[in-house]
C-alpha cells in the first residue's frame, strides 16, 4: 500500500471516533503542556537567579597587581604597583569577552559629618561602570556621579545603607557634606540595600567617589593594611618638626639613596596606578575567554617576555559560579523528570488505546489482508495512527504551555522566558512516543493470521 494511502486510511479510522481520539491525546497534550511550561517557567527562574548571582559578583573578574620579591622574599599579589587607568581603557576596547571595566583606587580612612565620625569597611575611587559590574545601578536616592565627574575630579560620592545610618541616622543624607581627610565631598546618591555577601562582609558598608579625587585629593598611595586617617599626602604642610626647629640637625632615620642608586635601582611606580581593575565579563560561559583575553593583553601592555612571569593576577568569583551552575542544573534535571513522567504516562494510554482498536478491527485487519494487504502494510498502518495521535497531542499541548506560561507571568507575575528549543524536543519527542509505544500493537495486528481474523466475532 502506498504511504499516502495509509495515511489516508489512518486519518480516516481516526475520525471514525473523534471522542475516543481526543480522549486519548490528552495524556500527550498535558505531558506536552507541563514540559513547555515548566521549562519555560524554570528558564526564567534560571536568568533570575543568573541575575541574582551576577548582583552578587558572578560574571565579576578582579585584576590585581603583581607581587614584589626583595631579598628573596615575596610580599604577595597586591605588593608591586603595575596597573595603570590606561589598562583599563585597553581592556574594555580589546577585549571583546569583556562586558564593562572599572579601575579602582582603595582607601582606608575616616568619615566625618557634624560630631558624628566612622571607618567603612569599603572606600572605592572608581567610575560609573563599577555600579553596572555590580548590578547596582538603580540607586535608592539621588543619581551616581559621571564620567564628567571622574575627569574632573570632582568631590562627589555615594554612599551605601550602612554609612547613611551610622553618619546619617533618619537624616536624608542627598546634598550634605562628608569630610574624607579635611577634603569635603557632597553626597549626591544613596545605593539599594544588598545585604552581607556569600562571606558575611556588609556590601552596604560603602562609599563610592571618582577614582581621580581619592587618587590626588585624599590619598597618593596605595591602600596599606593600617588605616590612612593618620597618614599625611605629599601637599601637607607640617610644622614644628625637629628639622624646622633646627634647621642645621638633619635627623634620617633610614638610609637615603644616592642619586647613582637611585639610577641603578630606580622605583617600580613612575606612573599613575591603580590598585585593582574590576571587570565583568559577557556571561559566565565567557569567564574564561574573557581571562585569557586580558591576560594576553596586559602581557602585551607591560612588555612581558614569554619566559616572564605574570607581574598581575586575574580571580574569578569560582564559588559564585559554582553554585550557579549547580541551581541550574537542577532545575534541569527536575524539569526532566517531570517530563519523563507525564510522557510516559501519555504513551501508555495510546498503547491502551491501540491496543483496543486493535481487538476492535480484528475482522477489518482480517479482511486488508484477506484482499491483498501485506503484514507490513498493516504494521504500517497502526504505527501511523499512533504517531499522528502523538502528533496531533504534542501540537495541543504546545499551545496549551505556551497558554499556560503567559498566564502565570500576568497572573502570579513568576518569571517565564520562551524556549525554541522545548517546542521543537516536544514535537520530536511525541513522534518518538508514538512510535515506542504504538509499535507493540501495530505488530501485534500485523502478526494476525487472516483466516482467525475473518472468524473473529
Known amino acids: 500500500m502506498h504511504r499516502y494511502g495509509i495515511l489516508k486510511t489512518s486519518l480516516n479510522a481516526l475520525r471514525r471516533n473523534v471522542m475516543r481520539t481526543m480522549l486519548t491525546t490528552l495524556g500527550i497534550v498535558i505531558g506536552v503542556a507541563a514540559v513547555i511550561t515548566m521549562t519555560e517557567i524554570g528558564n526564567g527562574a534560571s536568568i533570575a537567579i543568573q541575575r541574582t548571582m551576577a548582583s552578587m559578583g558572578a560574571n565579576t573578574l578582579v585584576v590585581i597587581p603583581g607581587a614584589a620579591n626583595t631579598g628573596g622574599i615575596n610580599f604577595g599579589f597586591g605588593s608591586l604597583m603595575t596597573l595603570t587607568p590606561q589598562d583599563a581603557d585597553a581592556i574594555i576596547e580589546e577585549c571583546p569577552a569583556v562586558r564593562s571595566v572599572a579601575p579602582i583606587v582603595r582607601a582606608r580612612t575616616q568619615l566625618i559629618f557634624g560630631n558624628r565620625n566612622y571607618v567603612p569597611t569599603y572606600l572605592y575611587g572608581t567610575t560609573p561602570a563599577f555600579l553596572d559590574i555590580r548590578d547596582w545601578t538603580d540607586l535608592e536616592n539621588g543619581e551616581a556621579f559621571t564620567e564628567h565627574d571622574v575627569r574632573n575630579a570632582n568631590k562627589v560620592c555615594i ?234 497531542g504534542g501540537t495541543m499541548g504546545i ?20 524556549s525554541v528549543g522545548a517546542i521543537v524536543v516536544s514535537v520530536f519527542v511525541s513522534a518518538s512516543v508514538g512510535v515506542i509505544f504504538g509499535f507493540y500493537p501495530a505488530w501485534k495486528a500485523s502478526r494476525l493470521d487472516p483466516i482467525d481474523a475473518l472468524r473473529y466475532e
Open 159 to 392: 554612599i551605601g545603607r550602612t554609612i547613611v545610618r551610622q553618619l546619617f541616622g533618619e537624616e536624608s543624607p542627598i546634598g550634605k557634606e562628608i569630610r574624607i581627610r579635611n577634603v569635603a565631598f557632597k553626597v549626591v546618591g544613596v545605593l539599594r540595600a544588598k545585604g552581607a555577601n556569600m562571606m558575611g562582609m556588609d556590601q552596604d558598608d560603602i562609599l563610592l567617589a571618582p577614582w581621580t579625587t581619592i587618587k590626588y585629593r585624599v590619598v597618593a598611595s596605595s591602600l596599606s593594611a593600617a588605616n590612612q586617617s593618620n597618614t599625611n599626602t605629599g601637599n601637607s604642610n607640617e610644622v614644628n618638626t625637629l628639622s624646622q626647629i633646627y634647621p642645621n640637625l638633619q635627623q634620617n632615620l633610614y638610609p637615603v639613596a644616592s642619586s647613582t642608586e637611585q639610577t641603578d635601582t630606580p622605583q617600580p611606580i613612575r606612573f599613575t596606578n591603580v590598585d585593582q581593575i574590576l571587570t565583568a565579563a559577557q556571561s559566565a560561559s565567557q569567564i574564561p575567554s574573557a581571562m585569557q583575553q586580558m591576560t594576553v593583553l596586559l602581557r602585551e601592555r607591560h612588555h612581558l617576555l614569554i619566559p616572564d612571569p605574570d607581574d598581575f593576577n586575574i580571580r574569578d568569583m569560582t564559588e559564585i559560579t559554582k553554585a550557579m551552575s549547580s541551581t541550574t542544573e537542577l532545575i534541569t534535571k527536575l524539569l526532566l523528570c517531570v517530563a519523563m513522567i507525564s510522557l510516559v504516562v501519555g504513551g501508555i494510554g495510546i498503547m491502551n488505546i491501540m491496543l483496543v482498536s486493535v481487538t476492535e478491527r480484528t475482522r477489518e485487519i482480517g479482511l486488508r489482508m484477506a484482499v491483498g494487504a501485506a503484514p507490513s502494510d498493516i504494521l504500517r498502518q497502526f504505527l501511523t495512527e499512533a504517531v499522528v495521535l502523538c502528533l496531533i
Open 399 to 418: 499551545m496549551l504551555g505556551r497558554s499556560a506560561s503567559y498566564i502565570v507571568t500576568s497572573v502570579l507575575h513568576w518569571p517565564t522566558a520562551a
